[in-house]
């Protein structure tokens, strides 16, 4: 609890912030949801599994938003608003979707699991959560809250799409989606409401409908890499966890402390399995009748926890400059000026000096603030500023400014920053944080990667497999690509491990991933799979999931 | 229906559209269903009530949004989002709050209301949706779904709440809000479902709260007018109409066809009644602890609609320029060039001009696009759209694109615009663009206000109100601003005429209504209420309300 009760005095907020659990893997998910709740990103509400996101967390969430709307927009995606509610009839399509989908295993190539392996669809029926009545009494038909839109936008786009001209059709929209899970919430990463955007797009030709999966990825890759600088990889889900009535489904995989591999967003190919159930057809060039191909993909505000999981430490959060709502908090410090006594006249001075250096930054396009409560010291303050991740802290003491300097400090650990701070000429200060800004931008994915590549090793057969998981790390292992490989894992280990990612794609698709990039041209035509020694086919990434 | 069925030549779709109702009293609401569904705002969707926002409307939102947010943050505001449920014990802590403000009445200066005046705390109950079960069984707690937010967020602010540094407090959320009507649904206006943003603010100071009351009724009054091109009155609703558990709620009021007013947008002053229910209490800078004085204020979608409702006309959506997702859509049209006959190439040549110049104008920051589809004639383009309201189209035949020249044509009617259209030299068109989209937004304000002001007549005395009552004007009616004179109008009156604003405020706040200046300075100390015949206090704005 930041804020404190009784007199101004002893109010507990001004006394010093500290985190109650540090960060490792037996304390992680206490850590983590200390860290999200001190670093003010969430509060917990009355309604277990919903949380309130303040201020300092939207602000995150509209540096994200406003990064895809504009790579939505080049991509011809347009912006729409469809209601929050669900009819029953329309519900029991999408179960029709997905029952047709396990019936049909044999024709889609995709499909090859026997039926026991696919996501059963009553766990998706499990969440939905109904509206029954209302306060004039009991609804006639009860309505189901949307747990995702496929089945509210399919029935407008049998609609909207008649001829190929009106082809590709490409609709996004933010909104919050319900599901009433039963398991334990975690902020962020599972709970009852969460905010997000699903696009939901219908192309005439499956190859542009494929193509559309890869370009999504690519954004969403960025969205990780380049805003949140988390490293991410992309791949394909097993057969088990793909969303059922999906094709495939592809995914964007954080890795966070364990190591565990964290779903950061996912591209459904959802093939014509909904154009069949909601007969959205159109006329092509020739005039023949075709069902269109389409696809479903989206990212939530799970990516700040899992940004929050990444980058944290024992002293807090730490956020990447691109979406800190506050780059640089300017502080007045107590060291004393030369000449006798620090006097309130001085105060006013160190005030205005720290506003003018604020704005000196924000004039230079640098988020910053002032923090000038008098009630708190110096030290508790920067505890707090730290705790919300804020990357750079300019303190000012009487003495930098008659020296017309400031003293700038790191929030992150990279480059042994850890505490360390420099001094800089005032009229130096703007290159400089602008320096730095980008510097801790890249130093975060830089140290995040480095991280996720020393927790991850290559297994070649069984036994080499066997030794890394004891090692607790995650393993690339190149396979058949067959669900039998996934059961004999099962069946032969023990501990919790499974295939996180199938990794079908093209090497320049991962380029980051230089250990992926290094192994993966080794796989050659008489490579085995490491546990069935059937031929492999590709990659996959197994270990245990968040 | 714009989309039919068939084969490609008799497509319902390529042949002419035309509203089926015209803009008049007696086909209005059909009119304006009409405008919203053929202009593709919206869609109808399966629960009644519910409407999909297309993303020709959901672009209007965002520019409203973006308008907003930057005004928001100049007054400090922060965005937020609170959870869409709310637990049955906080919902019942809003029912004490309006109860206990119905038993409190006599303490308040504002609400000298007999009990049975005040609006009835049930109707807000009546329109809760409840969620009582899950796809896996019954809830052990119903929950509520948000219709406003104060009850979700009240909680939190008691607890962020502690000293008078921690005031202000201005939160906002965009979000989506659900009450159950079950009266008659029209698009925008009431719906079950729609989209509105909420700002939820905390003062230390009642006077303080009182200055936000005004600077956001100024804000929300540019929204209309400067965005919207919509005449607004500020204004105060009667006893009968404010929300139930504030002091006063003000509006800013629209008019539309009939005449009559609607609700535009509303700030309601909250007082210390959820100060008290909640125990908001800060230490002020002496120690002493106190109540904050809150205020409430809200704008929706429901703006989209009493947009399209003022400049709809005949043809369909009117879009003021500063909103219009296209401010100028290209089209090629079949005026022959001076060589013999059109020829492909020729054709192709036309295309590729048309492209040029919605690009020239796209580079001079006018939203523009093409229409390029060959299998619709000129006429239906034109008339699909004037449709959707796209402030200017240009045309550009094979002979303008010889003479270098396009052809300019405005949809909107002011200025004996009607169909009348200009040729201008390609190199003057942007310049020439621009002021017309100028032009195009003051004429929809200027001639919505002289509409609207003449639909408007003062009474001093009862016989004069009921003969502007008979010619269906809206009446501006000095009066002594007690229940007794609303009771005795309606006694006396048979036609439905209520009072739709009292107007409390100062004259430079509402410097546009040149009537309203000019009469309520006749207001002197002997003037008498034109119904009770007491003293009056202050002019009321007397009519129907939509």
């Given at each position: 609890m930041e804020v404190g009760e009784g007199s101004a005095a002893g109010r507990g907020y001004r006394t010093r912030r500290e985190l109650k659990f540090?960060?490792?893997?037996?304390?992680?998910?206490?850590?983590?949801?200390?860290?999200?709740?001190?670093?003010?990103?969430?509060?917990?509400?009355?309604?277990?599994?919903c949380y309130i996101l303040r201020p300092w967390c939207y602000s995150i969430w509209e540096s994200i938003k406003s990064f895809l709307d504009a790579e939505m927009r080049c991509m011809g995606v347009e912006n729409v608003y469809f209601p929050l509610f669900v009819p029953e009839k329309l519900l029991s399509k999408k179960k029709d979707v997905e029952e047709e989908e396990e019936g049909e295993e044999e024709e889609e190539e995709e499909a090859k699991e026997p039926r026991k392996f696919a996501a059963p669809p009553e766990d998706q029926e499990k969440v939905v959560a109904w509206v029954t009545k209302s306060g004039s009494g009991e609804l006639d038909v009860p309505v189901a809250i949307r747990s995702s839109s496929e089945t509210i936008m399919y029935h407008s786009f049998a609609k909207w799409i008649q001829s190929h001209r009106d082809l590709p059709l490409k609709l996004n929209q933010w909104c919050d989606v319900v599901r009433w899970e039963s398991k334990d919430p975690t902020p962020f990463i599972r709970s009852k409401e969460f905010l997000w955007q699903e696009g939901h797009t219908a192309f005439g030709i499956k190859e542009e409908a494929d193509a559309e999966v890869q370009e999504v990825l690519e954004v969403y890759g960025r969205v990780y890499e380049e805003l949140l600088a988390v490293p991410v990889i992309q791949g394909v889900k097993s057969e088990r966890e793909k969303f059922p009535g999906s094709l495939s489904t592809a995914t964007v995989e954080a890795f966070v402390q364990g190591p565990r591999g964290i779903q950061g967003a996912t591209v459904r190919s959802l093939g014509q399995h909904f154009s069949k159930a909601f007969n959205i057809t159109f006329e092509d060039e020739a005039g023949a009748k075709k069902r269109v191909w389409q696809n479903s993909w989206e990212l939530s505000t799970r990516a700040i926890g899992i940004m929050a999981m990444v980058h944290g430490d024992d002293r807090g959060l730490v956020l990447p400059p691109r979406v800190a709502p506050i780059q640089v908090i300017v502080i007045p410090t107590s060291g004393a000026s030369s000449s006798s006594e620090t006097t309130n006249a001085d105060a006013a001075d160190l005030s205005q000096e720290c506003k003018s250096v604020a704005h000196l930054l924000q004039e230079g396009g640098v988020r910053s603030a002032t923090d000038p409560r008098e009630d708190c010291t110096p030290g508790w303050k920067n505890a707090y500023w730290e705790m919300k991740g804020v990357p750079l802290r300019v303190e000012i003491s009487a003495r930098d400014m008659e020296n017309r300097q400031v003293t700038v400090a790191r929030r992150d650990l990279a480059e042994g920053a850890n505490g360390h701070t420099t001094v800089v000429p005032k009229h130096e200060l703007l290159e400089t944080v602008r320096e730095l800004l980008d510097r801790i931008q890249r130093c975060l994915l830089e140290s995040a990667r480095q991280q996720r590549d020393a927790a991850m090793a290559v297994a070649l057969n069984w036994q080499d497999f066997k030794t890394v998981r004891q090692r607790k790390k995650m393993v690339l292992a190149p396979w058949c690509d067959e669900v039998e490989a996934e059961k004999q894992v099962e069946e032969k280990l023990r501990r919790r491990c499974k295939l996180m990612l199938r990794m079908p794609y093209e090497l320049d698709n991962n380029t980051h991933l230089s250990l992926i990039t290094r192994m993966i041209t080794t796989l050659s035509a008489d490579t085995k799979c490491f546990v069935t020694g059937k031929p492999a086919k590709s990659w996959g990434l197994w270990g245990r999931s968040f």
């Open positions: 540090k960060k490792n893997e037996e304390d992680f998910e206490e850590w983590y949801e200390d860290v999200v709740v001190k670093g003010e990103l969430i509060e917990y509400y009355q309604v277990s599994g």
